[in-house]
């Protein structure tokens, strides 16, 4: 049998190139569909995005709208007059909790023997807290130390430190002390926190001073104005 072929133009199995070619132009068409696919997905969610933001600016622009409108409404003189009457509220809550009687008596449960308190001014600060500077005279800083201890160890002085301190003449130490006060700690006697009319005393009252002495007698009557 002849087994050579004696064609001009030798036969090639083009079949399996052919099928390569449709799998990879199928390939790409899938590729091609499923871009065409995201770019309208992303194209409607930008569109959304767009129409959501220009939504959010408007509301913005009334919110604005109205804000101005009301504080063109507001009615200052109003405000001041509502401002006023809540200082007066405050005034009388500061009234109520300060007791003069029972500051003295705290004093006087905690002054050593070589210490004499000269002056005694109370603030009230933005926090409605009661900040007391005391001025004392002692014979020595010791002395001074010991009285910041025991004002320390009641709970109704806190945040103790000495704002200045200096020799007088005769050599005694002269301290400017502050601290915070605080009217609700343990330790005060009830019955004299009110005055001998027996109303509340204020702290915004002018600045004591005189000499308070530590004595067998009621505070009171340390205290000489």
């Known amino acids: 049998m ?44 930008n569109t959304e995005l767009q129409t959501r933001a220009a939504s959010d600016e408007q509301a913005a622009r009334d919110l604005r709208a109205k804000a101005l409108t009301l504080r063109n409404s507001v009615d200052t003189t109003q405000v001041e007059a509502v401002a006023a009457d809540a200082r007066q509220a405050n005034d009388l809550i500061d009234r ?19 210490v004499r308190i000269t002056a005694v001014r109370p603030v009230v600060d933005k926090n409605r807290r009661i900040m007391l500077t005391v001025n004392v005279l002692a014979r020595g800083v010791d002395d001074v130390n010991q009285f910041m201890e025991n004002l320390d160890k009641t709970g109704a002085f806190q945040d ?66």
């Open 96 to 114: 109520r909790a300060f007791s003069w009687t029972e500051l003295f008596n705290r004093f006087e449960r905690t002054l050593p023997d070589d």
């Open 160 to 225: 103790l430190r000495s704002r200045q301190e200096q020799t007088t003449e005769s050599g005694q130490i002269e301290s400017a002390l502050e601290m915070l006060y605080v009217t609700s700690a343990p330790g005060g006697d009830a019955a004299t926190a009110t005055n001998t009319t027996g109303a509340p005393e204020s702290p915004a009252a002018a600045t004591t001073t005189g000499t308070v002495a530590k004595s067998p007698q009621p505070a009171s009557a340390g205290v000489r104005r």
């Open 2 to 45: 002849i087994r050579n072929n004696l064609s001009t133009r030798p036969f090639y199995n083009v079949s399996a190139v052919r099928g390569w070619m449709l799998l990879a132009a199928i390939v790409v068409g899938a590729a091609t569909l499923f871009n065409v696919a995201q770019v309208l997905r992303y194209s409607n969610s």
